[in-house]
């Protein structure tokens, strides 16, 4: 007999963690030593590559049970069929000192392994007997990562898979996530970005495809890639890429031969077609479904599936036809082909008609695809929502989705019924998941981000699950059974996703960010007059798409009646769906009482500060968690503190603006504690207009005259005697980290350098603009009315020590300006 706190003694919280295991960190719990584990473990398969040994594995680094398939468990014990196992179900029977696992398959046991070493973890040592099955078979991961290393919209680091060209020799990171993702439930990785490029498909790189399949085989987890659709042509040396043309067929049974030869158990493989300038079968005037089905029938043979992305759309439509209407793309381009697709194609479907906005509605594509196989397309990296520098707990979101009823003829059809393939009563089904993993020890570049990848697995196991139960799963499994830290990571986190919607674009109006650099800070202009269609339709008097069949697009009839109408009227649609479906005046009253241009600012306002206490909310919780992830996560929420304030300035700003309507409350445009830099007195700064205006306080920031020399600004403090947080807004531009030293009087209150990049592992702007706008503040710092305020800033590189405006905000008053 053992103890689990006897295997995994020396994790405690003097030691720093790194976020390498994620939530498979096997810390010691509380109270856990009086409870003992039977000494031996019987995992019922001994090949290495196979789940059934990594079970017996895992298991071994906490405790001891039988582990095994159903078909060696019932070899092995002699005992009797276990009904209701569906496939990578497992059930797990803890009585007293016996414990037994038995999945499905041996995937299965593997997923019930983690599911009792979850519940050890977590301190719960009940007696217990259940059987859990999967809602869905298709339950993937897509990483965008490209063969030079690099990762479309990954945030920690390089790729994990590629590295200049070619795919890596060192396995051991690929293994370690296959970990991670057997832990929840997932059963595939399509590797490389949806923006194929084909040089994977050369000899050496499939080999390679062979070894990583081979790190992640004995997790249970299943390899597949993103294809290029022009390959034959530019790989094959063909004049076509045509999906008919018998060369081309030939072109693809070869690769498929090929990489089946090297992967014998490949997932299959994922298609962007005719997307965003991306060549596709619209190029000969072929259908989707005859593309899709080009690869669907070289992979059949092998078992293998077809994900087809629905993200198909035209990016050069033009808005001065009210009637246009890029969210009308996937219905328009798929719904006539229900039922032309192979049974092993699965259709994947964004959750909302645009792309991972901070709110969108449910895709309606869903209720118009009855005789097609359906899987969801969710986003964990955070390409619109912060992009894991901003804490965004998403699966909230996620189930405004999953749970939404569309009424296909007048049934019950909520979304999770659909893909899962039941309410059409279709062979497969599910959920893909965009995850971006990078070489960053915390996987994601955010510890917190991590709590996206864990829900994510559990809510495809199991939709119906709550996402703040899941939530708090993976806080006690990361961070211990400490009731405080359980309490605030929940209140923070689930506060997260309202706040980042209210601070971000809200009443359905979507992510006012930047659409056309970086997707990271704001920029509302940005939405509208290009072929994007990502439009809000903003003028000086009303804002927001309408999208009714009555006079709009006719996007609100693409849902099944009885939710088309819902939709189509002003009355009931929801206030936060109703600059989605409705053009409006600045004024027009919600059902919540408020005109829309007040609701903005209110929301701007809101969510901002509740951003601001996450930091503090954090703070208290400092001895603990152990340092490295206690700072990790501080300087990140103290960033998106100032970044929503940031946010929430410029948006305000903006619609103050276009619309001329002042802020009831009066605090737009109005800002009685700050010093603007261009108001100081400057030498060697001089001061500069930025673009678009709303990013700058009172439009005007400052930077050194020379690349070389510091400059100082400086002014006499006006305000009261008494205690402050002094607040410095900033630029953090890429290309250079310059100094900044703030003084009072001959004092240094603060030092710093914009060195964002190497804490938020990237960088976001070459200019002063809503992505490189930063502040930093200093707490409780005494002043004294008549200080002389002073910030010398040394310029570096391409970054002349930019600032914006120094705000006194006395401390303790909630005051957030
Ligand atoms: C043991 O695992 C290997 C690899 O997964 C598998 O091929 C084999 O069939 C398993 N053995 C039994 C008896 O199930
Ligand atoms: C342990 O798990 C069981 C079943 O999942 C649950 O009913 C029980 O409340 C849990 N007990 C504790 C102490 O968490
Ligand atoms: C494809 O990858 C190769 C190797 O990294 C690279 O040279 C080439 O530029 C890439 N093609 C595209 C279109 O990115
Ligand atoms: C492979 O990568 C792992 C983890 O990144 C590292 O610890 C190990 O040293 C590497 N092995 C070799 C041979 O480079
Ligand atoms: C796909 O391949 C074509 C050439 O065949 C190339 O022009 C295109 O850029 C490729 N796409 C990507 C994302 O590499
Ligand atoms: C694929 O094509 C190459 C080059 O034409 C050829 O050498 C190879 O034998 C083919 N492989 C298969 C599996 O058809
Ligand atoms: C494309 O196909 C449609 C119907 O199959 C046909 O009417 C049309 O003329 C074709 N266009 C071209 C450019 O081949
Ligand atoms: C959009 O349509 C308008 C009106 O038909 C036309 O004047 C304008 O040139 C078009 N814009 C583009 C970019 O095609
Ligand atoms: C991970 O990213 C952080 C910044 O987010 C950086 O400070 C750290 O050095 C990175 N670590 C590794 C191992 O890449
Ligand atoms: C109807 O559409 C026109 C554009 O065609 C637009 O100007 C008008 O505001 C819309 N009317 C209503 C009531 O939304
Ligand atoms: C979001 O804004 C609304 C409207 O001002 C407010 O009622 C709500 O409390 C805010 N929520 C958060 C989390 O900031
Ligand atoms: C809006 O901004 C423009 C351009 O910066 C400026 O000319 C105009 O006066 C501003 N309008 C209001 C109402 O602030």
Redesign the pocket.
């Known amino acids: 007999m053992r103890s689990l706190l006897l295997v995994v003694l020396s994790a405690g919280l003097a030691i720093a963690e790194?976020g390498l295991n994620a939530w498979l960190r096997y810390a010691p719990v509380p109270g856990a030593s009086g409870n003992t584990f039977p000494s031996a473990i019987v995992a019922l398969n001994k090949t290495k590559s196979s789940p059934v040994y990594i079970a017996g594995q895992e298991l071994q680094k906490a405790a001891s049970v039988v582990v095994g398939s159903l078909d060696q468990y019932m070899t092995a014990t002699n005992s009797k069929y276990i009904p209701g196992l569906e496939v990578d179900g497992f059930w797990l029977n803890v009585k007293g000192s016996s414990v037994q696992i038995v999945g499905q398959n041996e995937r299965g046991a593997l997923y019930g392994a983690f599911e009792y070493l979850s519940r050890l973890a977590q301190g719960n040592f009940s007696d217990i007997s259940y059987i859990s099955n999967p809602s869905a078979p298709i339950r993937w991961t897509n990483e965008w990562d490209n063969l030079d290393g690099s990762i479309e919209r990954g945030y920690?680091?390089p790729s994990i898979f590629f590295k200049d060209g070619y795919v890596v020799d060192n396995v051991t990171r690929v293994a370690q996530y296959a970990r991670i993702l057997a832990s929840i439930r997932i059963n595939g990785v399509i590797i490389n970005n949806v923006n194929a490029n084909e040089t994977l498909l050369s000899d050496r790189n499939v080999q390679g495809l062979g070894r990583l399949a081979d790190a992640m085989r004995p997790y249970g987890v299943k390899l597949g890639i993103s294809l290029n659709f022009s390959s034959p042509r530019g790989f094959g040396g063909l004049d076509t890429f045509d999906p008919v043309d018998p060369a081309v067929i030939a072109f693809w049974g070869n690769v498929t031969e090929r990489i089946y030869h090297a992967v014998p158990d490949m997932a299959g493989y994922l298609v962007k077609a005719n997307s965003e300038g991306q060549p596709g079968p619209l190029t000969y005037n072929r259908t989707l479904a005859v593309g899709a089905n080009l690869f669907a029938n070289a992979v059949k043979p092998h078992g293998g599936i077809v994900m087809f992305r629905a993200f198909v759309y035209d990016n050069h439509i033009n808005e001065s036809n009210w009637k246009n209407d890029r969210a009308n793309a996937a219905v328009d381009f798929f719904k006539d082909l229900d039922g032309k697709f192979d049974d092993n194609v699965v259709v994947q479907i964004k959750y909302g008609p645009i792309d991972f906005q901070v709110r969108e509605p449910t895709s309606p594509l869903f209720a118009n695809l009855l005789q097609t196989n359906t899987a969801i397309e969710l986003q964990i990296t955070q390409e619109y929502l912060g992009q894991q520098d901003h804490l965004v707990y998403i699966p909230p979101l996620w189930k405004t989705v999953l749970d939404f009823d569309l009424r296909v003829e007048g049934k019950p059809s909520k979304v999770q019924d659909i893909i899962s393939g039941e309410r059409f009563k279709r062979p497969l089904g599910g959920y893909a998941g965009v995850v971006n993993v990078?070489?960053?020890?915390?996987w994601l570049?955010?510890h917190l981000a991590m709590s996206n990848l864990y829900a994510y697995g559990r809510l495809a196991w199991d939709p119906t699950s709550d996402p703040q139960a899941i939530l708090q799963d993976w806080i006690r499994l990361t961070f211990g059974l400490d009731p405080a830290v359980l309490s605030f990571i929940t209140q923070m986190s689930m506060e997260s996703w309202p706040a980042y919607e209210n601070y971000t674009g809200n009443l359905g109006i979507q992510t006012l960010t930047d659409i056309l650099y970086t997707h990271f800070g704001p920029n509302p202009a940005s939405q509208d007059d290009n072929g994007w269609g990502q439009w809000t339709r903003a003028d000086h008097n009303a804002i927001g798409m309408d999208r009714t069949v009555s006079n709009g697009t006719g996007f609100a009839g693409q849902y099944p009646p009885e939710v088309a109408a819902v939709y189509e009227s002003l009355e009931t649609t929801p206030d936060d769906l109703l600059l989605w479906f409705h053009h409006v005046p600045y004024t027009y009253n919600l059902h919540c009482r408020k005109t829309v241009i007040q609701y903005f600012y209110d929301a701007h306002y809101a969510g901002a500060e509740t951003a601001q206490t996450f930091p503090v909310l954090w703070s208290t919780l400092k001895d603990k968690i152990d340092a490295q992830r206690y700072e990790?996560v501080l300087f990140r929420l103290n960033f998106q503190a100032g970044h929503s304030i940031v946010w929430r300035d410029a948006i305000n700003e903006f619609y103050f603006n276009k619309s001329s309507i002042p802020d009831a409350a009066g605090r737009v445009g109005n800002h009685p504690y700050r010093i603007e830099a261009e108001n100081m007195k400057l030498c060697g700064y001089k001061p500069v207009n930025v673009t678009p205006f709303e990013m700058a306080s009172n439009f005007r920031a400052i930077t050194t005259s020379s690349k070389s020399k510091s400059g100082t600004a400086s002014t006499k403090v006006d305000f009261p005697s008494g205690t402050y947080d002094i607040g410095v807004s900033y630029y953090d531009v890429i290309g250079g980290k310059a100094k900044y030293q703030l003084y009072l009087g001959d004092k240094k209150v603060a030092e710093w350098k914009g060195d964002n990049e190497?804490?938020?592992?990237?960088a976001f702007s070459t200019m002063l603009d809503g992505h490189s706008a930063t502040r930093k503040t200093s707490k409780g710092v005494e002043v004294k009315k008549g200080d002389r305020l002073r910030i010398v800033g040394s310029p570096d590189g391409g970054e002349l020590a930019p600032l914006d405006y120094v705000v006194f905000l006395p401390a303790g008053k909630g005051i957030v300006d």
């Open positions: 790194d920690a680091g990078g070489t960053n020890t915390t570049g955010s990790d190497d804490h938020l592992g990237h």
